[in-house]
């Protein structure tokens, strides 16, 4: 009797595709797997105050090539339990290879095909790092299964035959070519570092958009999706963009004057965000009656009125705008969920909370990782932030 099971298992971000690949070789011989569990590496996920909503999942017709037929091993294995399909899963998803078919005869499982793929999530929530083996269908015979995993094209270097994609090789260029690129239509990109982490260009991604536009890589990671939130189409989302860069040459041409050093400019464009954006009590009183752009730069720069997004996207564009390098950080503040910046200055990447300081306060203006850890109103993966920091630095 024949099981076929399935289903698209990896998304980055909110966006998912499907890519077909061809199966393994019919084993010659069995042997007794013994199994090697690994390791548990909890998944990170970052929040923030103002999500935007889901798109609808992507798709894309690309064929991808499986690593030669060469690498793949050739004998059967008798899986003695749910243990033994989960090591051998890792093994071949750590060395790019598709997994030996495997006796489950004596397995313990009650519905091989979904067992097998639940044992893949689990796998992908241990092992993000292996989130490039982005999808995996099981198929049982007579007690025989076979896996075919399919990988990101940019971990194997075989891409479809043809494949055209705009060539990005660390994250600042991924960021700048979602920046550059927002429309209707997907772009596609052709990854040339196979080291790239997926969690990682995800969370790049989040950076570009300006609140307004969701950017996020295909499951197979060759192409960049762009989405709008609930009720704006993303025409509505590139002419609010324009509109807030252009307020944002207009400020900085108001506060930034020549001869001033990198500080100084950090100083003058903080100090006319915290003292003229106010917040926007109605995320509290009344969320509904809220206006999407609160969380976006145009609702600090044209409205005057922002929560942390808000606060977060207009610094960050204005400090771009006067050739300053910054990110927003995800976080919470006083356990709330919360958004601020990290910019370079002089060398240095350092914090600030526009919305903490509103008002003038001016008590979270670069501080250093250590120094904002220590006033205990942050909390955030701070590893995250570094990673994403000294990959810009070095673009």
Not at 5 to 27: D, E, H, K
Not at 47 to 63: G, I, K, L, V
Not at 288 to 296: D, I, L, N, R, V
């Amino acid at each position: 009797m024949n099981t076929r099971f399935v289903r698209s298992a990896y998304a980055l971000g909110l966006a998912a595709l499907l890519l077909t690949a061809a199966g393994c070789s019919q084993p010659s011989s069995t042997v007794e797997l013994t199994a090697t569990p690994a390791p548990t590496v909890p998944v990170q996920t970052d929040s923030a105050m103002e999500p935007t909503p889901d798109p609808a999942p992507q798709t894309t017709e690309m064929t991808s090539l499986l690593p030669p037929a060469t690498t793949m091993p050739e004998q059967a294995l008798r899986a003695l339990s749910p243990d033994d399909i989960r090591a051998e899963l890792v093994r071949a998803m750590q060395a790019l290879e598709q997994p030996r078919q495997m006796d489950i005869t004596e397995a313990g499982l009650s519905d091989p095909a979904l067992d097998v793929k639940n044992l893949y999530y689990k796998i992908l929530a241990d092992l993000p790092e292996l989130r490039y083996a982005y999808d995996l269908t099981a198929e049982t015979e007579e007690a025989q299964l076979t896996c075919t995993v399919r990988y990101m094209p940019y971990k194997t270097g075989q891409f479809s035959e043809g494949f055209a994609g705009a060539e990005v090789g660390g994250l600042g260029e991924l960021i700048a070519l979602a920046e550059r690129s927002i429309g209707e239509e997907p772009v596609s990109v052709r990854l040339t570092d196979s080291s790239l982490d997926p969690d990682e260009m995800a969370r790049a991604l989040q950076q570009a958009g300006g609140g307004f536009v969701l950017c996020s890589l295909s499951a197979d990671a060759t192409q960049i999706t762009f989405s709008a939130p609930m009720g704006y189409t993303l025409a509505d989302c590139r002419d609010a963009l324009a509109e807030a860069g252009r307020l944002a040459d207009e400020v900085v041409a108001s506060v930034v004057t020549p001869g001033m050093t990198q500080r100084q400019k950090a100083e003058a464009l903080y100090d006319y965000v915290i003292m003229n954006v106010r917040y926007d009590q109605r995320y509290y009183s009344d969320r509904s009656g809220m206006p999407y752009e609160s969380q976006t730069a145009l609702g600090a720069l044209r409205d005057g009125t922002a929560i942390c997004g808000g606060y977060a996207h207009a610094l960050k564009l204005l400090l771009e705008k006067a050739g300053i390098p910054c990110v927003n950080v995800t976080g919470s503040y006083y356990g709330e969920n919360h958004m601020w910046n990290c910019a370079l200055i002089d060398g240095q990447w350092l914090y600030l909370d526009a919305t903490a300081d509103r008002g003038g306060l001016r008590s979270r203006f670069l501080l250093t990782g250590d120094e904002l850890s220590a006033l205990g109103s942050h909390t955030w993966k701070r590893e995250q932030v570094e990673a994403l920091t000294l990959a810009l630095a070095g673009a």
